[in-house]
Each structure stands twice: as structure tokens, then as C-alpha cells.
């Protein structure tokens, strides 16, 4: 599994609100048990989800994040969490179970041994279509 800490690049600065969800995500993540369940994943996406509507309420409408190249901003943060979210998804499911091993390879002796008696079994089973060259009457 992957580990706990989530880095962003260091290429572009975060801005104020950005660096709060980010902070609040790591928490997130660092509280996230060893085995993810479905119910797991779901509240942590709702945990960013919600959070990250609440900054956005609180951006001033003319900020600008990175489309313009100034800084990495809360929408990209929040992406960057889902897409972590459903990495952790993928890689926390249970491995299926191995295939069960191919039966052991028979002998020629054994094969031969078999043949011959399906041979005889058969033999013995063998309806001639009512004809028998012995009489039943013993004539």
C-alpha cells in the first residue's frame, strides 16, 4: 500500500486556501486505517468534498489559481486528493485467491495400466447382438 504522506510538486507556491485543504487532507490520510473499506473511501472523499466547498465559498471571485500559472489553488489540491483516494481504492483491494495447482502429471505406466483395464471392462461388457456361438443349451 501506498504510504501516508501525501507530497504535492513544490513547483508552484499554494495559496492560503489551498494549503488549508491540503493540511486537512494530510490529516485525513495520515488517519486512514491499514485496510480501506468502500465506507472508508467514501467518508474521506465527503470529508475534501465538504471542505473544499467551504474554502471555495471563502475565495474572493477574482482569484485566480493556476490556470494563469500564478499557484496551485484549491480545485487542483482537491483533485490531486480524489485521484490519490482512488489509487489507495485500487491498491487496498484484496488479492484474489491463486489458482489451484494443475493435478499431477500421470505415468505412462499409469496411463497403460487403465487403457488395459477400460479394455477389458469393456470387453466383458461387449452385447455380440444376440448371437453367441456357444448355444445357451449347451449343444
Known sequence: MTTPDWILPARYPLCPAADSLYRTG???FNQLPATLTP???NAAQDA???YRTELLATL???HFGLSIGLHICVEQVY????ARLRG???TSQPASEPPAPPPKPRSLADVAEEFF???ESDSADTDNGGYSPVPPNGE
Do not use: K, S, W, Y
Request: glycine share 4%; no cysteine; net charge negative.
Open 26 to 28: 494530510q490529516a485525513i
Open 39 to 41: 465506507e472508508t473511501i
Open 48 to 50: 475534501l468534498a465538504q
Open 60 to 62: 474572493h471571485p477574482m
Open 79 to 82: 483533485q490531486e486528493g480524489r
Open 88 to 90: 489507495l481504492t485500487v
Open 117 to 119: 483395464a477400460d479394455a
